[in-house]
């Protein structure tokens, strides 16, 4: 009998998780079965979904919005970039305990890196936003050896906080600044500007300065399959000409659960070509 696995959510019919993992068990031989489970919208219903599918003889979960801080909640043990995050993306049920993870930045750096041909080390970046998308990838883009990451955020407040709970795991070479988005020094130029806002869902984007755009910089929106966002359009006009969108990120971290369930690390390149959407 197929072992299962599901992503949880709310809503949940979007998600492109049944399609991406029902992909990598067919590539790599794996019988497993994979399914979306709204949690709705009521108190509790996360908890509810959740011990209804281990009952039910789950293995693990994806977990997605609005659930991630559920999800770190029920765990009996959680990794470091769970835990520094605030937040859990993925579940392994191991007995009676349930253990957490959280590969959102994980799966970023790997499509910056590997995906996009952008080495991290030394570079400058930007990060735009203070909640969760971008705690969770503060760190691993430090691990990969950014040597200057400034937040941005509507609110400095917030960004200034991210900072006092974060920079002290940071490594002693890459330096960690926040602040407002009015707060961006003019000519203070990044080699990667990442939107990690959920502006873009919403037809809007944080305004930035297009001085902020290094000659050949890469510009980022965590969102995808919505082509060109209000953000990439900013940075098109900001005369970036390397722009992405989250499509990748997604089928990485995708892919870092895979193995954690399985033992097996899939492939991504076609699962990336027939998620792909034109930047148009």
């Not at 049920?93 to 952008?118: K, M, P, S, T, Y």
Request: some cysteine.
């Amino acid at each position: 009998m197929s072992e299962r696995y599901a992503v949880i959510g709310h809503p949940i019919a979007h998600s492109q998780s049944p399609l991406i993992h029902g992909l990598f068990a067919r590539a790599t031989g794996q019988d497993m079965c994979y399914e979306a489970i709204d949690g709705g919208a009521e108190p509790g219903g996360f908890a509810r979904a959740l011990a209804a599918f281990r009952a039910s003889g789950g293995q693990g979960v994806n977990v997605t919005l609005p659930f991630k801080l559920d999800a770190l909640a029920a765990a009996d043990e959680a990794s470091d970039d769970a835990l520094l995050a605030g937040a859990a993306n993925a579940l392994r049920f191991d007995g009676a305990r349930v253990q957490a993870q959280n590969f959102d930045g994980i799966g970023l750096v790997r499509d910056l890196e590997h995906n996009l041909c952008l080495p991290l080390a030394g570079r400058r970046v930007l990060l735009l936003g203070a909640g969760g998308a971008a705690r969770g990838a503060l760190l691993p883009l430090a691990r990969a050896g950014a040597g200057r990451i400034v937040i941005a955020n509507r609110t400095a407040a917030k960004a200034r906080a991210l900072v006092r709970d974060l920079a002290v795991h940071l490594p002693p070479a890459c330096t960690l600044d926040g602040g407002g988005l009015d707060e961006l020094r003019q000519g203070d130029a990044f080699d990667v500007v990442i939107n990690a806002t959920s502006a873009s869902l919403g037809h809007d984007a944080p305004t930035v300065s297009a001085s902020a755009f290094a000659a050949g910089a890469l510009a980022y929106d965590m969102v995808y399959g919505k082509g060109l966002t209000p953000f990439l359009k900013q940075a098109q006009a900001a005369g970036c000409t390397r722009l992405a969108d989250g499509a990748g990120m997604l089928v990485e971290q995708a892919a870092e659960a895979f193995a954690w369930w399985r033992g097996v690390r899939p492939d991504t390149r076609a699962v990336l070509a027939r998620l792909a959407v034109p930047l148009i």
